[in-house]
């Protein structure tokens, strides 16, 4: 079922879902949504299953043609949403109708933005994920970010009869200092304890080489007790490397699946969401907290969604 034309691409849009798991003793990325929060939640705002797949809208959105009645919804970072040049409002269910132009304006605070189709996104499925990974040119629409022409295939599916709002106490607010909660580790013994402390209490600015795959950070130099390298061993999104030079490097959800700089730290699931929507000149700090604290924070975190979906569903009788 064709849903949506698009008629400009924006800055950086993909095809994303949860992610694709099981597959990085291949070397193949998890990849999926930055901020998987947000996206979670513009998937319940339309009544669809937690890892359907939507658009994550990086920095400028697209214009799209609606070209069938659906609905919709956009969470994530503050933009401005237009159906048919009305304003419309983030976080909650929205009905467009076939020929009415959808437009995402520049984001305003974050990086990025979510919009969930009714149904989901129909692209194939590639090895159990339809999200994009732009550098291997597979998932999503052909492998790459979308362009102008592009049809958006969807589900043929019944709409919500009723419009639902997230709770405006759990929208989050994105400014542009993030401070981030850590566990140290695997390789935090390899560093000085002036290494350790200058991670902790210095602020670090995320540069323009920064992308899905990491972002790269700027800030006094963590210092190594000697070796700076270690044989190659598994990454997982939100390890923080770092390499000679002491810049540390946080590991992003399109990372390559192994790595030899020694890891100093992991940001926690939660606030990796929240730093999903960095951009370049953002400000980040790291807050150190025990692996006991961090496995209560993901429990309340979970929690949180389940609430969330199961308010929904109460809501929509499904």
């Excluded at 099981?22 to 705002?45: P, Q």
């Excluded at 009305?86 to 933005?113: F, H, N």
């Excluded at 999104?237 to 730290?265: C, L, N, S, W």
Aim: glycine residues 10%; aromatic residues 6%; charged residues 25%.
């Amino acid at each position: 079922m064709k849903v949506f034309q698009v008629l400009k691409h924006g800055f950086f849009t993909t095809v994303q879902d949860l992610g694709r798991y099981g597959y990085l003793k291949y070397g193949v990325a998890i990849s999926g949504a930055m901020d998987s929060f947000s996206m979670i939640v513009a998937n319940l705002l339309v009544g669809n299953n937690p890892n359907d797949a939507c658009l994550e809208i990086t920095l400028i959105g697209p214009e799209l043609q609606a070209l069938a009645d659906t609905q919709i919804a956009v969470t994530g970072g503050k933009t401005s949403v237009k159906i048919d040049g009305e304003e419309a409002p983030m976080w909650q269910t929205l009905t467009v109708r076939k020929g009415d132009v959808v437009s995402i304006e520049k984001i305003e605070s974050g990086c990025r933005c979510y919009l969930s189709i009714r149904g989901g996104i129909n692209t194939p499925i590639v090895l159990g994920s339809r999200s994009t990974y732009v550098r291997g040119r597979f998932g999503g629409i052909n492998g790459r970010q979308l362009k102008a022409g592009d049809i958006i295939e969807g589900f043929n599916v019944s709409p919500v009869d009723v419009v639902f709002r997230m709770p405006e106490n759990l929208v989050p607010r994105f400014m542009e200092s993030f401070t981030v909660h850590v566990v140290l580790g695997p390789q935090a013994d390899m560093f000085t304890k002036r290494g350790i402390e200058t991670f902790l209490l210095n602020p670090y600015k995320v540069t323009i080489d920064s992308d899905r795959m990491g972002y790269r950070l700027e800030g006094p130099a963590i210092q190594h007790k000697g070796k700076v390298d270690i044989v190659s061993d598994a990454l997982l999104p939100g390890t923080i490397q770092v390499p000679k030079d002491g810049k540390p490097i946080i590991i992003m959800r399109d990372a390559q699946t192994t790595g030899g700089y020694p890891k100093i730290a992991a940001v926690i699931t939660p606030d990796l969401d929240r730093l999903g929507q960095a951009k370049p000149n953002d400000i980040i700090r790291f807050l150190e907290i025990t692996l006991e604290d961090a496995r209560k924070r993901l429990l309340e975190y979970r929690e949180m969604l389940t609430g969330l979906a199961g308010k929904l569903m109460k809501s929509l009788n499904l």
